[in-house]
């Protein structure tokens, strides 16, 4: 069985504009959640996606949305890029009722 | 808040000897655990888990230990390779987040290195 893809791998943007990242759970898995990795804050939780509803949200600003499509496939979306917002984003799928997340790769996300 | 804890940021092992990491947790709705390994670029790579109605789980060379009252727990990786060189994380998750799945607490890592 195929794990998390998540494209692009890298991405170079500049301070303002906006980013979309994609992910592709595992087979079967509905629930897809985002994490946002840096040096000084470690990994967070950005929000989790259940049958295309936000079912849980972090402490991000509402520059960071996301959305999930029927298929279970979900993107995350940063508006007005800030130098701070360079960081791996990381999507994880899980199966209904589980806690066990599997990880995608990841996103490496540099803001210029 | 830091609600999940990893209070050593790196541990050194000898090849063969046994690997013990540690994490502690605050918030005591925190129902199941979980450890991960990364590596630098990649994703974390789930391990092993716990529910807080065990106090320990054994998965080939891994073993987590649970305790409940101490609101502690630790990985053991018996015996080290130079192949689980690596940052572990633990996480938690649990109803203490508001729901009970798709979120995922964690602790600020642990640079695990084995030498041969």
């Known amino acids: 069985k195929a794990g998390v893809t998540q494209t692009p791998r890298y991405l170079i943007k500049t301070r303002g504009q906006q980013v979309t990242l994609s992910c592709s759970p595992i087979s079967g898995h509905r629930s897809v959640s985002w994490y946002q990795q840096t040096p000084g804050q470690g990994l967070q939780f950005l929000f989790e996606?259940?049958?295309?509803?936000?079912?849980n949200k972090g402490n991000f600003p509402g520059r960071f949305s996301g959305r999930q499509f029927s298929n279970s496939r979900s993107e995350m979306n940063v508006s007005t890029l800030e130098l701070g917002d360079s960081a791996l984003y990381l999507c994880a799928s899980s199966l209904p009722g589980q806690y066990t997340q599997y990880f995608g790769p990841g996103t490496r996300l540099t803001v210029l | 808040d830091q609600q999940v804890k990893q209070n050593s940021p790196s541990l050194s092992v000898q090849e063969g000897r046994i690997s013990i990491l540690n994490c502690d947790y605050t918030?005591?709705?925190?129902?199941?655990f979980l450890w991960y390994k990364k590596y630098p670029a990649e994703g974390p790579t789930f391990l092993i888990s716990?529910?807080?109605?065990?106090d320990k789980n054994e998965d080939g060379r891994f073993t987590v230990f649970l305790n409940k009252s101490a609101k502690h727990l630790s990985l053991h990786i018996v015996p080290s390779q130079p192949g689980d060189s690596a940052v572990y994380f633990c996480?938690?998750?649990?109803?203490?987040?508001?729901?009970?799945?798709?979120?995922?607490?964690f602790g600020q890592g642990t640079i695990l290195t084995v030498h041969p």
């Open positions: 996480a938690a998750s649990g109803v203490a987040g508001g729901t009970s799945y798709g979120k995922l607490t």
């Open positions: 996606y259940f049958s295309e509803t936000q079912r």
């Open positions: 716990i529910s807080s109605i065990k």
């Open positions: 918030n005591s709705m925190f129902d199941y």
